[in-house]
Nanobody
């Protein structure tokens, strides 16, 4: 059974940066759409950024465009989320996810939060004012 192992969350001041990493365990990133989602307390999980690991095409939510960048290293079976210019409203639990690329696209998986085969355990990001 596959797993996603996340790392990189933490506490940072407003305007600072963090990089989240998500490594697959038990499967390779080939033929998957990988993405990052976040969840505020009491709210539904929402898509932040998603990427097709085969061709690198990516989607990002309007709220993070220009600040967050998703990337992948297929040789390491790892996806990254570089988060710059962080704001207090970015404070949330961040989850990595994987969906099969012939079932979903980076845009659909992020916008609809569906067709997801694997979820990571979550990592907390806290941005202080």
């Amino acid at each position: 059974q596959g797993q996603l192992v996340e790392s990189g969350g933490g506490l940072v001041q407003s305007g600072g940066s963090l990089r989240l990493s998500c490594r697959t365990n038990g499967f390779t990133t080939d033929n998957y759409v990988m993405g990052w989602f976040r969840q505020y307390p009491g709210k539904e999980r929402e898509g932040v950024s998603c990427i097709n690991t085969s061709d690198g095409s990516a989607y990002s939510a309007d709220s993070v465009k220009g600040r967050f960048t998703i990337s992948r290293d297929n040789a390491k079976n790892t996806v990254y989320l570089q988060m710059n210019s962080l704001k207090p409203e970015d404070t949330a639990e961040y989850y990595c996810a994987a969906g099969i690329s012939w079932i979903t696209t980076e845009q659909d998986m992020c916008r609809k939060v569906e067709q997801i085969s694997y979820w990571g355990q979550g990592t907390q990001v806290t941005v202080s004012a």
